[in-house]
């Protein structure tokens, strides 16, 4: 997939646990975890935005796109 979650080295960044930060927005570590490994289809904007404001940062911050290679 060519959109990469970065979200883990965000929380390495803020010295912050997927456990305090999932505690923090409301969403269970499970799905917390399912985002970071990027094995989810979509994201909320309301969660985007959760986890934004928790970290401090953009949501640029946390995706990065990489396109595939056509060949």
Known sequence: ???????????????????????RIGIT??????????????VRFETLAAICRALDCQPGDL???LPENDA
Not at 3 to 20: G, P, Q
């Open 1 to 23: 997939m060519p959109i990469n979650v970065t979200l883990d080295v965000m929380l390495a960044r803020r010295k912050m646990k997927s456990k305090e930060l999932a505690e």
């Open 29 to 42: 570590e499970q799905n917390l975890s399912l985002l970071k490994s990027g094995k989810v289809k979509g």
């Open 63 to 65: 995706l990065e796109y």
